[in-house]
């Protein structure tokens, strides 16, 4: 029996038998293995009439304990209201949705429903749902759970993050249940990749949630205090036991709609425990041990570190190409009140000039910060959109390298002069002197920030950076606006540009350099919002290429925030998982989870991909 | 006499690093924040006398480090090009003990080589200069803030021990107060109440101030001690029926009695506060970068990798143990000194 720090894998043999007879022993023997006792929970039979979904993967087997270490705890086990990355990715097993990305792919594929049509005009969406499926409780699925789904998810008292994208043209989209399995979707204007919209939208039990929503504690209902039986969920697994400050084990849900081709009902795996490790260089330490499975957004440096070790500890690594997140310099360009304004002026009147931007982005090494912030691992950034993302970058975008020289140039274009000591002066005849914050727990962050004071340094800039706590950063960007410059980074979610909506429009909730734009402030903004509206209503691929690709042009040109770099999504797993599909898409590792097993000890790896 | 000899050296030792650290522009090969952005986590270079055909060579050379392809940070030695270590050379503009500008350091290569005697950090920037430059931000505020709290000390500690009394009481009770204050944790939390964005002069000062104005309990309860026993002697309570002032007798005849222990105090407590120094700029709570100071040298370890891969970057601590060092034998050999002298 392999014996772990926190957690121990449930074996399928209990081995009370090897106690010593003395009852004494035999007590506590028995009391330190009865969470184990209870056989894994076995998958349903097919019953007549039930519509499941068949997979094309590799056939597997039955077994195991996936264990995967996360940095945080959980914050909430309600699909509707989590915000966080550690709730979403343990919540993204316990529910699934009607129209799902595939996350290989990037292309939607159906889920709940099995099928689905748009009316000509792009407005109206019949979604045709599978027939038979029960919850993780047993209870039955219908169109009833995906009308009172989607009534949670835009009701503006519950604050859904995901309400903003289910607003389409200033209106909720409608939703009407036809008949049983047959549900109907109207938006108020046509809408690009609406079918995108569904995925990750978890569909509720009304049978175990439209109480606490009628008496008005749904925000309440599955937290993290709740006991399994108050859950149900159409995901692979359901949850099994919380610790809290420690772990949250989810067993198989007997009733998934998915079967591979031989009529195995998914999941293969028994259960999964999630693991709360507290940090990036705890889940590799941790995973370099043995103690856990898989691990994804690993650090380039965590990641050469495990590399040396990976061969002898029986693991592979993947490193699959840049993400999808952007990070950058942002400039604080917020209209302010007093008394921050008198503060921030004169900066912000540096920081409106043009000349001033490119000049810093002129000056900005990216391929130091490849090198030195991703060690390789990561690509320079010019836009907003990572080179991985090839169905919507703008190729034309220009990659103008590092130029000293033009940044002065642009500078003392704009007014500004260096005096004897090197520093430089704005025009009124002001030292120019800001700082960016930044989130101290991101080492990456914080090491852009560096190498930018040291790059600014060389143009007469005198930059400090500040390190403050994750929460500080967001205050202040969101709150108070009482910062000059930060680094950041935002995206990642999906590849469509329509989630990147709220960044670019003048009035959007993450419009960050300018939040709170009553109308937009410049001419260039202004544009930006009419190409993003276009974009987005626009049903062709190639016409909304096109669009998109002038927006990329604008943002490019105008430099609102200077782009900086994006880091390869760097993963891993054990030899003996199979049917592991790293993709660049969140949750990397843990999309097919449903798909995977573990192959018998002594069976060699059998074609991973890349 | 063994004891002469111990604080002989360890003055000596002090005194060389003192040294050191004082004209740290001179004796570091380069400026603390300057970067090599193709060189980041180059391990110590080895200073070579002899080539690779066998020749002597009198004046020792270092090797250009070469990444290996493909690996992360992996360096090899190519002595195809070597770089000679020269006495006195050029190099960036440093303020010679914050009065004379020079660009001579003590030694180097000529560049554009790099030489890294002691390895280069993640921005390729000299580790050796880097601790030279921390040292000065550390030993300084470990001497100010030991300033500060032995001032604090002796006048609280004479007021009480002379006059007694309710001023005693209270002041003795004031000193326990900040004797079992978990000094850490009041730091930190001093800390955070002041604003994050300062410049370095300032945060220098606050850490200081900080430091210095916590340790000064043990100083003043060791100087009362002192001044209590000294004010009852004959030739005091004699000069009192002379008619002497309290200030003559504070001067004249009991504060003498405690230069010893204040100088053994002094050795004890800079090594220490030198520590809380390093302590709070290893949280982020001292001085920020590029400025070095041994904490925030040593704030990389608390990346995993770097604790396990680069062996190099725990260089600050080693200064700070042989610093201590230093101070602890002085501050022993004064102790034994002390002793005699009074048996």
């Known amino acids: 029996m392999q014996f772990r720090n926190n957690y121990r894998r449930p074996q399928s043999d209990p081995g009370s038998a090897v106690c010593p007879i003395r009852a004494a022993w035999l007590v506590v023997c028995l009391l330190a293995w009865t969470p184990y006792l209870q056989a894994a929970i076995a998958p349903q039979p097919r019953q007549a009439g039930e519509e499941l979904q068949v997979t094309d993967n590799e056939v597997g087997r039955y077994g195991g304990t996936l264990v995967v270490g996360q940095r945080s705890e959980p914050k909430t086990l309600n699909p509707v209201t989590a915000a966080d990355v550690p709730s979403r990715e343990v919540i993204g097993r316990l529910t699934a949705d009607l129209i799902h990305i595939n996350r290989a792919t990037q292309q939607t594929e159906p889920a709940l429903a099995k099928a689905w049509s748009a009316s000509r005009d792009g407005r109206i969406f019949t979604l045709k749902l599978r027939r038979g499926l029960r919850f993780s409780d047993g209870q039955p699925f219908n169109g009833d759970d995906v009308v009172f789904t989607f009534q949670v998810y835009l009701d503006e008292k519950i604050h859904s993050p995901q309400r903003d994208l289910l607003i389409v043209g200033g209106k909720p989209i409608e939703v009407a249940k036809i008949d049983a399995y047959t549900v109907r979707f109207t938006l108020s204007q046509p809408y690009a990749a609406a079918e995108r919209l569904f995925d990750s939208l978890a569909i509720l039990p009304k049978h175990l949630l439209e109480k606490p929503y009628r008496d008005g504690h749904f925000t309440q209902a599955w937290s993290l205090n709740a006991s399994p039986a108050e859950f149900a969920g159409l995901g692979p697994f359901r949850l099994k036991s919380y610790v809290p400050g420690q772990r949250i084990v989810l067993e198989r849900n007997p009733y998934y709609w998915k079967a591979d081709r031989s009529q195995n009902r998914l999941p293969y795996l028994d259960e999964i425990a999630f693991l709360f490790v507290g940090n990036e260089d705890a889940q590799a330490l941790r995973f370099q041990a043995g103690d856990t499975d898989i691990i994804s957004r690993v650090g380039a440096e965590n990641y050469a570190l495990l590399s040396k070790d990976a061969p002898s500890r029986g693991y592979e690594l993947f490193d699959l190409g840049p993400a999808l997140e952007y990070n950058f310099l942002l400039f604080n360009l917020n209209d302010l009140k007093p008394p921050l304004d008198a503060k921030l002026k004169p900066k912000q009147s540096w920081f409106a000039d043009l000349r001033f931007r490119r000049a810093i982005s002129a000056a900005v090494d990216r391929e130091a910060i490849v090198r030195l912030v991703y060690a390789g691992r990561g690509a320079p950034l010019w836009g907003n959109v990572s080179p991985s993302n090839k169905f919507w970058v703008d190729q034309s975008l220009p990659h103008p390298a590092r130029s000293l020289d033009q940044a002065r140039e642009l500078l003392r274009s704009a007014g500004f002069s260096w005096r004897d000591s090197g520093q430089l002066f704005d025009p009124q005849g002001r030292p120019v002197e800001f700082s960016i914050i930044t989130s101290s727990s991101n080492t990456q962050r914080t090491k852009m920030a560096t190498i930018l004071q040291d790059d600014l340094g060389k143009l007469g800039m005198n930059v400090q950076v500040v390190p403050l706590e994750f929460r500080a950063v967001l205050d202040r960007v969101f709150q108070t606006y009482d910062y000059d410059t930060a680094v950041m980074g935002l995206g990642g979610g999906d590849a469509d540009p329509n989630p990147e909506m709220n960044v670019w429009l003048s009035s959007g909730g993450t419009h960050l350099w300018h939040l709170g734009e009553a109308k937009a402030a410049t001419d260039w903004e202004a544009r930006l919002d009419q190409l993003m509206q276009q974009q987005m209503v626009e049903v062709k691929y190639s016409k909304r290429k096109r669009l998109y690709d002038q927006a990329q042009e604008i943002i490019g040109q105008n430099q609102p925030c200077v782009f900086l770099g994006t880091p390869d999504i760097l993963v891993g797993a054990r030899k003996t998982i199979a049917n592991f599909k790293p993709a660049i898409l969140e949750p990397s590792t843990l999309w097919n989870v449903d798909q995977l097993y573990f192959r018998p000890q002594g069976a060699t790896s059998a074609g991973v991909p890349r | ?343």
């Not at chain 2, 360890?10 to 570091?28: D, E, K, M, R, Y």
């Not at chain 2, 070579?48 to 002597?56: I, K, M, P, S, T």
């Not at chain 2, 070469?66 to 190519?78: N, W």
Request: glycine share 10%; with cysteine.
């Open chain 2, 1 to 343: 006499m063994p004891g002469k000899w111990k604080i002989r050296a360890a003055l000596l030792l002090l005194g060389i690093i003192h040294a050191v650290i004082v004209f740290a522009g001179f004796a570091s090969p380069y400026d603390p924040a300057s970067q090599n952005r193709d060189l980041p986590f180059v391990p110590p270079m080895r200073v070579h006398f002899v080539d690779a055909q066998g020749h002597l060579h009198l004046r020792p050379f270092v090797c250009a480090p070469e990444l290996r392809a493909g690996t992360f940070y992996e360096y090899t030695e190519s002595c195809a090009q070597q770089c000679p270590l020269k006495w006195l050379v050029p190099g960036g503009k440093y303020q010679l003990a914050g009065l004379l500008s020079s660009q001579v350091h003590l030694f180097g290569v000529d560049a554009p080589a790099r030489l890294y005697l002691l390895g280069s950090d993640n921005y390729g920037r000299d580790v050796l200069s880097r601790v030279l430059y921390g040292g000065r931000i550390s030993v300084a505020a470990g001497l100010l803030a030991t300033a500060i709290s032995l001032l604090l000390g002796t006048i609280v500690g004479t007021i009480s021990g002379f006059y007694g009394g309710w001023i005693d009481e209270g002041f003795m009770r004031l000193a326990e107060l900040f004797a079992v204050l978990p000094w850490l944790y009041f730091l930190l939390a001093v800390r955070a109440f002041l604003p994050l964005q300062i410049n370095p002069l300032r945060a220098f000062f606050l850490v200081v101030a900080v430091i210095g104005g916590i340790g000064w309990a043990r100083p003043a309860r060791l100087v009362r001690g002192i001044v209590l026993s000294a004010k009852t002697r004959e030739y005091v309570v004699a000069s009192r029926g002379f008619g002497a002032s309290d200030a003559h007798i504070l001067f004249r005849h009991v504060l003498p009695h405690t230069y010893g222990v204040l100088l053994t105090q002094a050795a004890l407590l800079i090594p220490q506060f030198v520590l809380a120094e390093v302590t709070l700029s290893f949280f982020g709570l001292g001085l920020n970068e590029p400025l070095p100071s041994w904490g925030n040298l040593l704030a990389a370890l608390q990346q995993y990798n770097v604790l396990v891969s680069y062996w190099w970057m725990f260089a600050p601590a080693l200064a700070l143990v042989i610093l201590s060092l230093g101070y602890l034998l002085v501050a022993d050999a004064i102790q034994e000194q002390l002793q005699t002298s009074t048996v």
